[in-house]
C-alpha cells in the first residue's frame, strides 16, 4: 500500500520549456513535503520542500505546490535545463522535517537540447 | 563538512555471509536513517535513530536485519545471513530539525 505516489515513471521536456512532476499522497497526517533529485550511482540529493502550512514554495527555477484537499503536490522547473535530468523523488513526512520519509517510487526526467 | 559517508561502495558477497554496512552521519545531526533501494519497491525505509535511540524499526524486513548506533558519529547496518534477495542500494541518512534528509552514495549490495 503506496502512501506516496508518482504515478508518471518517466518525464521528457525540451530544454527551455517547464518540467512538471506530480506526486499524489493518501496519508492525511503528512505535514511535511520534500523532493530529491538523484543522479546514477549518487545518493538523492535535497532540493526544495514544502510545509502543509503552505501551499507553494519557491527556490529559484523551482517551485513546489501543494493541494492538501486535492492530497497533491507538484514540482515546477522553470527553465528546464538538460542537467536538470536525473530521477526526481517525492517525499512525505509526518513528523516535520525530522520526521522519516516516505519515499514515492520516483519520476524520469529527461530534458533534450 | 564531507557529508554522510558510506562504506563500502560496493560489495559483493555470497549467500549465508554476514554483510556488515557503515554510515558516518554529518556531525551535528541528530536523526540518521538506513533507507534500501529497489527496482520493486523503490527507496524504502527500514529503521531510524534519534540522538542514536533506534525510534522505529517497523521497515526492518526480517531479523537478519539489525542496526545499531553506538555514537553520534557511527551506525552500522548488519545483514546475517545474508540472502540474493537482500540484493539492493542501501543508502544512510542524516538530518536535524528544520532540514530535509541528506544522504550518503550507498552501498550497492550483490548477493550471489
Known amino acids: 500500500d503506496q502512501q506516496v505516489k508518482q504515478n508518471s515513471p518517466s518525464l521528457s521536456v525540451q530544454e527551455g520549456r517547464i518540467s512538471i512532476l506530480n506526486c499524489d499522497y493518501t496519508?492525511?497526517?503528512?505535514?511535511?513535503f520534500l523532493w530529491y533529485k538523484k543522479y546514477p550511482a549518487e545518493g538523492p540529493t535535497f532540493l526544495i520542500s514544502?510545509?502543509?502550512?503552505?501551499d507553494k514554495n519557491e527556490d529559484g527555477r523551482f517551485t513546489v505546490f501543494l493541494n492538501k484537499s486535492a492530497k497533491h503536490l507538484s514540482l515546477h522547473i522553470v527553465p528546464s535545463q538538460p542537467g536538470d535530468s536525473a530521477v526526481y523523488f517525492c517525499?512525505?513526512?509526518?513528523?516535520?522535517?525530522?520526521?522519516?520519509?516516505?519515499f514515492g517510487k520516483g519520476t524520469k526526467l529527461s530534458v533534450k537540447p | 563538512d564531507a557529508g554522510v559517508i558510506q562504506s563500502p561502495r560496493h560489495e559483493v558477497t555470497e549467500m549465508g555471509q554476514e554483510v556488515t554496512l557503515r554510515c558516518k552521519p554529518i556531525?551535528?545531526?541528530?536523526?540518521l536513517f538506513w533507507y534500501r533501494q529497489t527496482m520493486m519497491r523503490g527507496l524504502e525505509l527500514l529503521i531510524y535513530?534519534?540522538?542514536?535511540?533506534?525510534?522505529?524499526d517497523s521497515g526492518m524486513p526480517e531479523d537478519r536485519f539489525s542496526a545499531k548506533m553506538p555514537n553520534a558519529s557511527f551506525s552500522t547496518l548488519k545483514i546475517q545471513p545474508s540472502e540474493p534477495r537482500d540484493s539492493a542500494v542501501y543508502f544512510c541518512?542524516?538530518?536535524?530539525?528544520?532540514?530535509?534528509?541528506?544522504f550518503g552514495q550507498g552501498t550497492r549490495l550483490t548477493v550471489v
Open positions: 541518512a542524516s538530518s536535524f530539525p528544520g532540514a530535509g534528509a541528506f
Open positions: 496519508n492525511s497526517m503528512f505535514d511535511y
Open positions: 514544502i510545509s502543509s502550512i503552505k
Open positions: 517525499a512525505a513526512s509526518r513528523g516535520g522535517s525530522q520526521g522519516n520519509l516516505i
Open positions: 556531525s551535528g545531526h541528530d536523526y
Open positions: 535513530f534519534n540522538n542514536n535511540v533506534p525510534i522505529d
